[in-house]
């Protein structure tokens, strides 16, 4: 249950906070807190024969963070402007051969 963004254990109507362990039915998916659930032996929701199952989402400040990679931004400049380049040599070969034969045409063309 859900109520102004907060999430109610439906058996003792109180908010589960972030971080607190907590039961998700595998059945309905409706949370629970772990004492909760276990002091009534099953999910709350009438007809629901669902197991119990740890929220992960909920406990997720347990989970083991990687600690950020760090990058100077010499090393990508130097590698951007390598990639560049070679990615777009041909476009300057192809230019300076343009640039040679229209100075040959423009040589033959206009000098008597």
């Known amino acids: 249950m859900v109520s102004n ?4 254990c439906p058996y003792c109507q109180t908010a ?3 971080g607190e362990e907590n039961i998700l039915c595998s059945a309905c998916k409706m ?4 004492e909760c659930w276990v002091e009534n032996g099953k ?7 669902g197991q119990m199952k740890p929220n992960l989402r909920m406990a997720a400040h347990r989970r083991q963070t990687l600690p950020p990679i760090e990058i100077t931004f010499a090393e990508t400049e130097e590698k951007s402007f390598k990639k560049l380049f070679f990615r777009y040599q041909w476009v300057f070969i192809l230019g300076i051969l343009f640039l040679l034969g229209l100075g040959y045409y423009l040589n033959h063309t206009y000098l008597p």
């Open 5 to 8: 963004n907060k999430v109610i």
């Open 16 to 18: 589960i906070r972030v």
């Open 31 to 34: 949370p629970h807190h772990r």
């Open 43 to 49: 999910c709350t929701t009438y007809g629901c024969k």
